[in-house]
Each structure stands twice: as structure tokens, then as C-alpha cells.
């Protein structure tokens, strides 16, 4: 995913932290930044309108995100926009943003969310003593919104901080002056991602983001509202190629050197060029009528050579658009000597994995031996569907986690064969309740274990009159997820507990 160099913010940023959405790491998208995860801190396997969150677990020592190099704030006149995700919890106090802390002293600023649900900026890591800047807007229900900070002022006079809430000027700050006399932004930096979590010696709780944006440059409210806005698309307002406004459209595709002549087991690489606006993906899918080529990296072995000419089609497809392909025609002449084929294996990848309900996953084959075995096989499947090419579709999700297996036999030896194992998660039904993964203080996932529940309705801490608990036990699934049936409808919290672990988790019923 590349940076968006047209943007007209795009000389502003000092660094955009998010999820690759290839590699599924953290990372800064301006500069070279390299983050190294803890335990508890993760990148989710399911997106959204604005990409991949990111998910600490718990407040522990290891949930968090290192960086090996600080990623800097300039002196004054910055900004800082964040995507922030998940629903928090009341009474827990979490540092979306991490740490920043200047290079004249130990003392930081956390950003961060308080008991009462708002979001500001705190003088340590944690939300007592003095607020520095906060905004006005509870926003611990939101599922997702954007915030901003906005930070202007002199040396001498201290700093003004604005507040943004989904675009939307909250709150102007008074100037806070600075008590060693030399700036209170000196050359911030970013020192450590990871303090989100709860107030020391609470409940474990967690928290997600999106994005985290620094400008050198104090953005304008209509420049605010136009990155919010524009959030969506994996993206964050167009500042990577992608995004709201700048959505890639595939015209064709074309393969280097076209139509090419090669001698029976000949290798070559074959290379496509994506066509398009808006920098459009340049991963394509390769298919060839005969010989082997790799589906993702276009290495071709041409078959073996045999009595008469063979005329092979060599196909790329857009991955961004499979109704744009090329295809290109190979040539073998006659001649040599014809190599018995003979299967001596085969595999199939990925091995196991997690598919949502109704989702596709590209299993790829390999069918190994002398004389060029053919790749074709018989697919065989316990549920959902796998057409030719190896695309298996999920089949709906059900009230607990399903296991699948899909098996590969080589058509040219049908003694060999390979399976792979897919899971689809759960989803909960009108009057359930799906808990996300139940992980302990160790950090595994709670798989079949017995667990003791309580449904609480309403959100508020304290009595709540004339409210009815509804109580009851089960099992979680393999993948630690458990399912709660009879529900009235409505905002709840449910607590639940398995030997001396105690969980519990927000949420609403249909």
C-alpha cells in the first residue's frame, strides 16, 4: 500500500502508522520505522470499512508494540489524527496513541480515554493529576471514530489544543504553559506504542486502532473534516492509494513480450503489467493449458517436448479485477525424448485456516514428481464448496466454530493425496450472544472449557431496577468463543468465569 504523493497533505506528514494489509504488521507508511509486537498485542484477521485494527489484549507488561527508531513531532503547529475502534469500557482508562515524551525530560503525554468515556491528552501514563487537553464528547461507546489534536502556540505562551470528535471541532483548550520555560513540545517523539489497557490493578480490558497520523502543520477544521470523511476504503482520506476518493480501477492487463517459442522443459518467468488509475494492485493470478507455472509468481516450466508441436495459452488475471486478463500463446516444437511421468507427491496450502461464513480461500496445489506430472486434481470437500482452480467458499456460520476438510488426490496418480483443515468461527442468532476468543493470563485461547455466565442487562455501573439476570453454563468452542442463547434483546455485559479467569465483555443482542 503506497503513500498517496498528489495528496495535498502528503508534504505534511511526519509519520502514518497502520496495518500493511499484505503483510499484516505494523508499520509507518513515511518513514522505516520497525515495530516488534508483545504477546498480548495482535492484528486481527477480520477488516473493516477503515482496514485492519490493531488489538492489545490486555494492560500487561507485554502488551505492546515497540519501535526501534522514535517516530517524531516537530515543535509546534502539529497535528495529530488517530481512527480509533472497539468499544471501551467504563470506568478503564486506555492510551490509544501511546506515549509521547520529549527528548529534555522523562516526563510524557499520553493520549488517552478516562473513566468517564473522553478521549485527551494527560501528563503521564495515566489519567490523574492535571488534564493538559481533553475534548468534551463521550466517545467509549462509539465503535469507531476519529480524533484529533490539534497543537499551536509560541515557546514562551505555552500550547492551544483543539479537539476534534468524527470531524467535528469539540473542544478548545486553554494554552498550557510550559514550567521549564523552553517549549512543552521540544522535538516530541513517539517512544512506545503499547500503553493502552486498563487502570493498573483493574479488570484486564483491550482496545484497537486504526491509524495514527502526525502532521508538521496545523490542520485547518475543513481539513479535519475532510480526513475524516474520507476514512474508509482500508485506507485513511486518500493519503494511501486507495483510499475514499481515490478507489483503483483496473483497465487491462498486459504480459511482457507476448507470444514466445521455448524448448520442451524450458523455465521463464513470466511478467504482467495491472493497467489502470489510481495505482491499481499489480498482483495478478497465472494460469497455463499445460506445463507448471506458480499462480502468484509466473515461473513457467514448459512440458516436456513430444512428437508433435504443442501450443500452450499462459493466462494472467487482475487479483483487483478478475474480469481483466491477458494471455499470451507458448510454443514447444517437436522433438526428444519423452520422460514417463511419475507422481511422487502432492500438497496443499494453506494448511489451516480460519474462513469467514460465505468467504473464499485460495488453496494452492503442487503435484510433485518426474516427467512433468499434470497439476490436475479431484477436489473432495466435508462442507461448502472448492471449484477447479482450488477457491473454496465457506459455508454459512453457524451458533459454535465448524471444522472443514478438503482433500486433493492427483488425477495422474490417484494413490497420492493431500487434505487441509478450515475453521468458520461462530456468529451469534436473534437472542445469542458470541463472545470474541477468551484468552487467559497466559495467553492462550480457552478451547472446550466449561464456563459459569451471567447477562446483565443495560450498560451502567451500579443497581439497575427492576433488571432481570439471566444465568446459565456452557462450553466454549475450540477456537475459545462461547455462545450464549435465550437472551432478551438489547445492551447487556456478560460476565463469565472458568476456574479463578473472570471475563467479561459488552455487547448487544439482536
Do not use: C
Amino acid at each position: 500500500m503506497a503513500l498517496n504523493t498528489s495528496h495535498p497533505l502528503y508534504p505534511y506528514i511526519e509519520s502514518i502508522v497502520g496495518v500493511d494489509p499484505v503483510t499484516k504488521r505494523l508499520v509507518d507508511h513515511k518513514g522505516s520505522t520497525i515495530f516488534t509486537m508483545g504477546a498480548g498485542f495482535s492484528v486481527t484477521n477480520t477488516t473493516s470499512k477503515y482496514g485492519y485494527p490493531v488489538r492489545l489484549n490486555t494492560h500487561q507488561g507485554s502488551a505492546k508494540a515497540t519501535l526501534s527508531s522514535p517516530v517524531r513531532l516537530r515543535k509546534m503547529n502539529s497535528t495529530i489524527f488517530l481512527v480509533l475502534g472497539n468499544p471501551f469500557t467504563p470506568g478503564f482508562t486506555y492510551y490509544p496513541s501511546a506515549l509521547l515524551a520529549d527528548n529534555a525530560s522523562s516526563s510524557g503525554r499520553t493520549i488517552g480515554l478516562d473513566s468517564g468515556g473522553v478521549i485527551g491528552i494527560y501528563p503521564n501514563q495515566n489519567a490523574t493529576g492535571h488534564v493538559w487537553a481533553m475534548s468534551a464528547t463521550d466517545v467509549h461507546l462509539k465503535a469507531a471514530f476519529t480524533a484529533a489534536f490539534t497543537l499551536g502556540g509560541a515557546d514562551s505562551t505555552g500550547v492551544i489544543v483543539k479537539s476534534y470528535i468524527d470531524g467535528v471541532l469539540d473542544r478548545t483548550n486553554p494554552p498550557y504553559p510550559d514550567s521549564r520555560g523552553n517549549g512543552e513540545w521540544v522535538e516530541s517523539k513517539f517512544i512506545s506504542y503499547g500503553t493502552f489497557g486498563q487502570v493498573p490493578g483493574a479488570t484486564p480490558g483491550g482496545g484497537d486502532f486504526y491509524w495514527i497520523i502526525t502532521f508538521n502543520k496545523l490542520l485547518s477544521d475543513a481539513e479535519i473534516l475532510e480526513l475524516h470523511n474520507g476514512t474508509g476504503s482500508l485506507n485513511t482520506s486518500s493519503l494511501l492509494a486507495g483510499g475514499a476518493g481515490q478507489t483503483p480501477t483496473v483497465t487491462g492487463v498486459v504480459i511482457t513480450g507476448g507470444n514466445v517459442t521455448m524448448t520442451g522443459s524450458e523455465s521463464r518467468m513470466f511478467v504482467a503489467t495491472v493497467q489502470g488509475t489510481n495505482n491499481p494492485s499489480q498482483a495478478v493470478t497465472w494460469a497455463a493449458s499445460s506445463g507448471t507455472i506458480n499462480s502468484s509468481t509466473g515461473a513457467f516450466v514448459a512440458p516436456f517436448a513430444s512428437a508433435s508441436v504443442q501450443t500452450i495459452t499462459v493466462t494472467a488475471t487482475s487479483v483487483e479485477d478478475n474480469t481483466k486478463s491477458a494471455s499470451i500463446t507458448v510454443s514447444v516444437p517437436a522433438g526428444g525424448t519423452v520422460t514417463p511421468v511419475n507422481v511422487t507427491g502432492i500438497s496443499v496450502t494453506p494448511r489451516q485456516a480460519e474462513v469467514l461464513g460465505g468467504q473464499q480461500l485460495q488453496l494452492i496445489v503442487n503435484v510433485a514428481g518426474t516427467g512433468n506430472p499434470s497439476q490436475a486434481v479431484t477436489w473432495v470437500v466435508s462442507g461448502g464448496s472448492v471449484n477447479a482452480t482450488g477457491v473454496w467458499t465457506a459455508p454459512a456460520a453457524t451458533g459454535s466454530a465448524t471444522t472443514y476438510t478438503v482433500t486433493a488426490t492427483s488425477q495422474a496418480n490417484p494413490t497420492y493425496s493431500a487434505s487441509v483443515v478450515l475453521t468458520v468461527p461462530a456468529v451469534a442468532a436473534a437472542g445469542q450472544f458470541l463472545t470474541d476468543r477468551m484468552i487467559n493470563n497466559a495467553g492462550m485461547a480457552l478451547g472446550n472449557a466449561s464456563i459459569a455466565w451471567t447477562w446483565v442487562p443495560g450498560r451502567q455501573v451500579g443497581g439497575i431496577a427492576g433488571a432481570t439476570l439471566v444465568e446459565g453454563t456452557g462450553n466454549t468452542d475450540a477456537l475459545g468463543q462461547l455462545l450464549v442463547t435465550g437472551l432478551p434483546a438489547g445492551a447487556g455485559i456478560l460476565f463469565a468465569k472458568s476456574g479463578s479467569a473472570v471475563f467479561y465483555q459488552e455487547g448487544l443482542v439482536a
